[in-house]
């Protein structure tokens, strides 16, 4: 429950703060969006080749929050492995991420917001959900440590 307090403060304070030029000051954050916008394209390709343990590795060794429609679960990362290596449905007939902004909140934290498009292989109708996600920096590498993806609300 704090980790989540804390980004939602971390996006309040960035939100709230005057306008900064760009310069010496602003790199590092600058260059943690630029590793989360190719974290992002690589875990798109994971997730299409359905590589497991490449989907699986890009989650914090710590464990990750999974959140999505109401539902909040802490995950330890041997259970993340174990959940691609047997549970997860395989890889989608087709997916694209939509509409991301990214959010640097220090040089080693990045939150990540949009949509994205998953294409069932059963022939279904594709799916948009939307994604929040939250990256940290681990071992040198971005990490997920929060995902939520949700369904839209049904309309009334």
Do not use: H
């Not at 087709?94 to 220090?106: G, H, K, N, V």
Request: aromatic share 8%; glycine share 8%.
């Amino acid at each position: 429950m704090r980790t989540i307090a804390a980004l939602q403060m971390a996006l309040l304070l960035g939100a709230c703060a005057p306008l900064q030029p760009a310069g010496p000051a602003r790199a590092a954050p600058a260059a943690a969006v630029t590793e989360a916008e190719a974290f992002m394209a690589g875990y798109a390709r994971d997730l299409l080749s359905g590589d497991r343990a490449a989907i699986a590795g890009r989650y914090d060794r710590r464990g990750a929050y999974r959140m999505g429609n109401g539902v909040k679960e802490f995950m330890p990362y041997p259970q993340i492995v174990s959940q691609y290596a047997t549970d997860w449905g395989g890889p989608p007939a087709a997916f694209e991420w939509q509409d991301l902004s990214y959010e640097p909140i220090t040089a080693d934290a990045v939150a990540v917001v949009g949509k994205f498009r998953w294409t069932p292989r059963s022939g279904r109708p594709p799916l948009t959900l939307s994604y929040t996600g939250l990256l940290v920096r681990q071992d040198g590498e971005l990490r997920i440590r929060i995902e939520d993806e949700s369904m839209p609300l049904p309309k009334p």
